[in-house]
């Protein structure tokens, strides 16, 4: 199984790149899995295809693309089915549920990451895009953070409690004591149903939240960035966090390159203009500025140039397939 983790900052170009980059796989051959964990959920819109329904599926070349962008009301219920059985009716039905529907900071990416295990069987490669740089850090530090919390005494506990056990049935009425002075008692009820489950689930959910630790810890990672102070900063930052991980990036991605840009504009030169061509001056100098920096912080760097909306995808799909062949760096 292989394993590429699309990063970088905010309007970057990671959602088309995450598309690119699967159609090129598919195309040599291979069934992959594209899925973003971008709550704004825009793969679709990078696919071009109908976003009615959260998994689609379609022959692409001599190989698949399957594409998965579930809500997180969607991927809560598959990870609730798989893990809770019977019981995850009445918790998806419950308060707790449908407060961690309201998506709290990272509990998407919580959500998705634990249902991955189900998406794999049938696939050759994954392709994640991940929200912008910060929530793409976090993603690789979740399954570790799960993996803690339940191998924690907490959940040990909640376990006891739902096989009957004393000393958790204890503390939970010490809890509720103190809670009930907060919360009203429906909603109480709701969460001790709740954390009742989640201790009976506690070893799929663990089970889960290994194979998703071992998924990323061996995943190559592409960074894309586009040529703007923001975005290179933070693309630089990301690949000193990525290595500090042992995640080394495969790629570096630079996205909407005008190469030759005072050549092509040198008709712009007239005295009437001098202030106008100064600015250019100094846009196309920030430019190449940028653009050296950012390559400096990879082996191998892919410029995409400044391209129109339609066409796009198969443009940076025919960019990286030489990548892919020559190189092999995100073929595996």
Known sequence: MKVTVIAGTGG????????????????AGERVLAL??????RLFDAFERDASES??????????????MPTTE???????????????????????????????????????????????RDVDHIVIDTAPSAHALAAFDLPARMLSL??????????????????????????RSVLERFFPADALQAAADFYRALGVARRPLQRASEHASR??????????????????????????????????????????????????QRHWTPEALDDAYAALTAYATQHATLLERFEGSFEQVLRVPHLPAPGRLEAIRELLEPVLDARHRLAG
Do not use: C, Y
Request: a positive charge; hydrophobic letters at 50%.
């Open 215 to 264: 998924l990323l810890a061996s995943a190559r990672v592409l960074i894309v960035a586009a040529p703007t102070e923001a975005s290179v900063r933070g693309a630089r930052q990301l690949r000193r966090e990525l290595d500090a991980r042992g995640l080394n990036p495969a790629l570096g991605v630079m996205n909407r390159v005008r190469e030759g840009l005072l050549e092509e």
């Open 55 to 68: 998994f689609l599926r379609w022959r692409e070349g001599s190989g698949e693309v399957h594409l998965w």
């Open 12 to 27: 970057a170009g990671k959602t088309t790149t995450s598309a690119a980059l699967a159609l090129a796989h598919a195309r």
């Open 36 to 41: 973003t964990l971008d709550p704004a959920r």
């Open 74 to 120: 969607d991927a809560l219920a598959e990870v609730a089915h798989a893990t809770m059985g019977e019981r995850a009716v009445p918790f998806l039905n419950g308060a707790v549920a449908q407060l961690f529907t309201a998506a709290p900071a990272g509990l998407h990416e919580i959500v998705l990451l634990l249902a991955l295990h189900r998406r794999t």
């Open 150 to 175: 339940f191998d924690g005494r907490v959940l040990g506990m909640l376990e006891g409690s739902a096989r009957g056990g004393f000393l958790s049935s204890m503390a939970e009425r010490l809890v």
